[in-house]
């Protein structure tokens, strides 16, 4: 099969980034993936196919991020499907995190697929085509998950901008997408992910509590399998009216509801004084 769509990944040396890029390759797409060492990427890939394009890449860094637009532009000729995927995940409460610890999470999942998008966009609008996935989380949606504030911050930005960015991008033909995936049996929750602050607070037993069971017993028991996440994905990327709004897991579906349930009852609840404050 041929298909010369090129598609863009960060992070993509390990759980959903590598997954998708192993499958993409398989269907004949040319895939520029990166991460922060090369040779963490090429090891775990293992494919020197023309279609390939590794690259070493710090997103927190706009030169570097430049860098690998400019390379895949070079080598394809064009981009077409952006996928901001890197990202890592910090537990800890928001009073024992600290500021250089959250600012650090906002750098990598934020403001790392800002440096994406507004590298990539120029040349997505210029062609009138494109799509962004932009990967989020069922926390993104749904925060009620104590010790997960910071990440859950850091995956509500996602939502927000996406959903902004849709609105941008719209007039030139550029679709956007923010994925909420829910549970997946990848390595995001080992400890090369899943960061915890120098500082814990003994108080906090619920956090603590959070903590174990997400790596003790949550970990390698995940609902979600990787390979049929970036299969729906991909699929999506297919679609002529793709969603704005794709989650992804039994899990998360039903969380979105727990959320979307919990605001309608509060607006209702609290109606009359909500809406009390006009002249």
Known sequence: MSNQKTWFITGASKGLGLVMVNQLLKQGYNVVATSRKLTDLTGAVGSNAANFLPLAVDITSEASVKEAIDATINTFGHIDVVV???????????????NAEAR??????????????????????????????????????NGNFPGWGIYCATKFAVHGFTESLAAEAKPFGVNVTVVSPGYFRTSFLDSGSLIVPKNPNDAYQNVRDSQAAHQNEINGNQPGDPEKGVAAIIATA??????????????????????????????????????????
Do not use: C
Not at 84 to 98: I, Q, R, T, W
Not at 244 to 266: N, P
């Open 104 to 141: 650090a999470n906002f750098d990598v999942n934020v403001f790392g697929s800002l440096n994406v998008i507004r590298e990539a966009m120029p040349y997505l609008r210029g062609q009138g085509s494109g799509h962004i996935f932009n990967i989020a989380s069922i926390g993104g949606f």
């Open 84 to 98: 901001n995927n890197a990202g890592y995940g910090m537990v800890g409460g928001l009073e024992e995190v600290s």
């Open 238 to 279: 297919n679609e002529s009216n793709p969603p704005l709004h794709l989650f992804l897991g039994q899990d998360a579906y039903d969380m979105a509801y727990v959320k979307m349930d919990a605001v309608k009852s509060d607006l209702e609840t609290w109606k009359e004084l909500s809406t009390s404050t006009g002249f």
